[in-house]
Structure formats: structure tokens, C-alpha cells
T-cell receptor
Framework: GESVGLHLPTLSVQEGDNSIINCAYS??????FIWYKQESGKGPQFIID?????DKRQGQRVTVLLNKTVKHLSLQIAATQPGDSAVYFC???????????FGTGTRLLVSP | NAGVTQTPKFRILKIGQSMTLQCTQD?????MYWYRQDPGMGLKLIYY???????DKGEVPNGYNVSRSTTEDFPLRLELAAPSQTSVYFC??????????????FGSGTQLSVL
């Protein structure tokens, strides 16, 4: 929505750079993690997910890393493009759809 | 497939008015959800449904009601609008029957202002 992101942390990168967006999660019992991308005026869009029995998972130009020891999740975007500009947020699930907890998000700005 | 469709996209209400936010999905998903998104906050679950005829409260249900008469439709009702309900509302659906594997498909949102 248009009002999302007024007070969000922002990561500014140049086109072609690699971007790393971080997320700290709260529940050590969470066993499933998701990254979403939200463009202005649109709903969140699924990017990539990872289960707690994995440390790393790769998609097309994106990689998610999970560090359970420090409860940290990161999203790496390779060769960032202007079309990657959006708000990115993570979600964790400790069991059951009603247990899905969303983070507040990070705004990624990509300059040509 | 159109996916998840929400209407309206924008709405301004006066305090005390009522309205229904419409949501429909054409993916034959059993699970449907309503979230609200406030500035600087994560998505908060209002209500959810695991199938036609079954609904349950989420984290922030007060001031809202839902119904699920068909698999496709999951309208959200605001009976007495209050300024605290100013937010962006997202409807979502999912197909997974797993307890933890939840890929949600979201609509484009309804931006609601209560003045």
C-alpha cells in the first residue's frame, strides 16, 4: 500500500551491485521462513522460502541464508536491477498458518 | 488465473460508517486470510478461514467480521468504522495443507482511511 514504508530502514544500491537484506527473527521454535517482496501499491509477492533444516537455498538471482544460532535470516540479490526496488520483509512460522509472523520490512532502492 | 482480487482499492469512511471489503480467489485455495498493514509494522492477521463455512479469529479481530459462504469469496466487514482502522488491508489465500509450509498469495490491497 502507499502508506507502507514511511519509517522503514532503507538500503540504497547501484544497479549491478549485490544486495543483502537482513532479518532477525524472534522465535527459536520457528521452522519455516519466507521472504516477500512488496512493490508500491501492490500486495506482497513470494520470493523464496527455507526450512530450518537448511542453511542456504538458492533461487534465480536470490539466495536465502539462515543462521539458527543467532536467529538471523538474510536475502541476497545478485546483480540488483531497478525492478528490484521494493520493500522486502521476512516471515517466520513456528507451526500452523495462524503462527506466521511478519517482519516490518526493509526498503531497497536501486539507482540506475 | 486472476489470483486474489480485492475491491475497492481505496476508500474513505466517516467514523461510524460500515463497509465490506471484498475478496475473491480463483485458485481453488481452501485457506483464506485477512491482514492489515500499518506504517512501520508487520502484517497482522485479522481473521482466517480454512474452508467454506469455517472462520476463526486472528491476532487483531476486534471491530471486524467475516464470512465464508463459498470457497472463492471471503469478505471482511467493518460495522462501526473507527480511526484506528485506518490501514491497508490485504486478503490472501494458500493451498498448502502442511502445518508450516505456507506460501501466501496476496491481493493488491485496499487502502482505507477513517476520518
Amino acid at each position: 500500500g502507499e502508506s507502507v514504508g514511511l519509517h522503514l530502514p532503507t538500503l540504497s544500491v547501484q544497479e549491478g551491485d549485490n544486495s543483502i537484506i537482513n532479518c532477525a527473527y524472534s522465535n527459536s521454535a520457528s521452522d519455516y521462513f519466507i521472504w516477500y517482496k512488496q512493490e508500491s501499491g501492490k500486495g506482497p509477492q513470494f520470493i523464496i522460502d527455507i526450512r530450518s533444516n537448511m542453511d542456504k537455498r538458492q533461487g534465480q538471482r536470490v539466495t536465502v541464508l539462515l543462521n539458527k544460532t543467532v536467529k538471523h535470516l538474510s536475502l541476497q540479490i545478485a546483480a540488483t536491477q531497478p525492478g528490484d526496488s521494493a520493500v522486502y520483509f521476512c516471515a517466520e512460522n513456528s507451526g500452523g498458518f495462524q503462527k506466521l509472523v511478519f517482519g516490518t520490512g526493509t526498503r531497497l532502492l536501486v539507482s540506475p | 488465473n486472476a489470483g486474489v482480487t480485492q475491491t475497492p482499492k481505496f476508500r474513505i469512511l466517516k467514523i461510524g460508517q460500515s463497509m465490506t471489503l471484498q475478496c475473491t480467489q480463483d485458485m481453488n485455495h481452501n485457506y483464506m486470510y485477512w491482514y492489515r498493514q500499518d506504517p512501520g509494522m508487520g502484517l497482522k492477521l485479522i481473521y482466517y478461514s480454512v474452508g467454506a463455512g469455517i472462520t476463526d479469529k486472528g491476532e487483531v479481530p476486534n471491530g471486524y467480521n467475516v464470512s465464508r459462504s463459498t470457497t472463492e469469496d471471503f469478505p471482511l466487514r467493518l460495522e462501526l468504522a473507527a480511526p484506528s482502522q485506518t490501514s491497508v488491508y490485504f486478503c490472501a489465500s494458500s493451498y498448502s495443507v502442511s502445518q508450516s509450509d505456507e506460501k501466501l498469495f496476496f491481493g493488491s490491497g485496499t487502502q482505507l482511511s477513517v476520518l
